[in-house]
């Protein structure tokens, strides 16, 4: 059982740069691939980013080259760095967790590749 709660939603004007994080129990983080999603006010919720046990990276189109997943294990800690924040990003953020594939995901990872998921944290951004 993999246990998430994120933290860092909050607001934020256009331009500016918020780093969310995901604190994660349960599970050995080494052996997790992990995402991050959002749903933006009256929309699905989408795909961000995905983070595998390399380390190796994957981004939506939208959000490439402004937002950065990291994770640090030893804090059993997964985060996202968001600079240049645009309106558009306004959404609530959702960190997830996949534990079936150990960890090896190479691509940008969908919502129902996802088992486990924290409460959500909202980012509000304004002009």
């Known amino acids: 059982q993999v246990e998430l709660a994120e933290a860092g939603g909050g607001s934020v004007q256009a331009g500016g740069s918020k780093r969310l994080s995901c604190k994660v129990s349960g599970y050995d983080m080494s052996s997790i691939c992990f995402g991050w999603f959002r749903r933006p006010p009256g929309k699905a919720r989408e795909a961000v980013a995905t983070?595998?046990?390399?380390?190796?990276?994957y981004y939506a189109g939208s959000v490439k080259g402004r937002f950065t997943i990291s994770k640090d294990n030893g804090k059993n800690t997964l985060y996202l760095q968001m600079d240049s924040l645009e309106l558009e990003d306004t959404a609530m953020y959702y960190c997830?967790?996949?534990?079936?594939?150990?960890?090896?995901?190479?691509?940008?990872?969908?919502?129902?590749?996802?088992?486990?998921w924290g409460q959500g944290t909202q980012v509000t951004v304004s002009s």
């Open positions: 983070i595998n046990k390399y380390e190796n990276t």
């Open positions: 997830a967790a996949a534990v079936s594939w150990g960890g090896h995901c190479y691509e940008l990872q969908q919502e129902g590749d996802f088992r486990y």
